[in-house]
């Protein structure tokens, strides 16, 4: 079993910024990948960033520029960092790993980002 424990959320005005951390545990032998998610209300989760385990990273278009995405191998731990906040940035943020390239992969429970005036 893997545990996902996601912190850092809040409530932040529009061009702030907010850094979210995720920390692993459990059944951890090998990280393929870990992300960042999120979920607006009334609409799909979608991808933020991912970071693999060589360091190589993916970010969502809406994103890109704004958001960096850190991971320290040694302590199981993966980061957000997001500068630059819009309104469209509220939503629940979800931390992801997965073990190889054939996990389902395992979430933590959300962290709540509000972007607001």
């Known amino acids: 079993q893997v545990q996902l424990v996601e912190s850092g959320g809040g409530l932040v005005q529009p061009g702030g910024s907010l850094s979210l951390s995720c920390a692993a545990s459990g059944s951890i032998d090998n990280i393929y990948v870990m992300g960042w998610y999120r979920q607006a209300p009334g609409k799909q989760r979608e991808v933020v960033a991912i970071?693999?385990?060589?360091?190589?990273?993916n970010y969502a278009d809406s994103v890109k520029g704004r958001f960096t995405i850190s991971r320290d191998n040694a302590k199981n731990m993966v980061y957000l960092q997001m500068n630059s906040l819009k309104p469209e940035d509220t939503a629940v943020y979800y931390c992801?790993?997965?073990?190889?390239?054939?996990?389902?992969?395992?979430w933590g429970q959300g962290t709540q980002v509000t972007v607001s005036s």
């Open positions: 970071i693999f385990n060589g360091g190589n990273t």
């Open positions: 992801k790993l997965r073990r190889s390239s054939y996990d389902v992969g395992y």
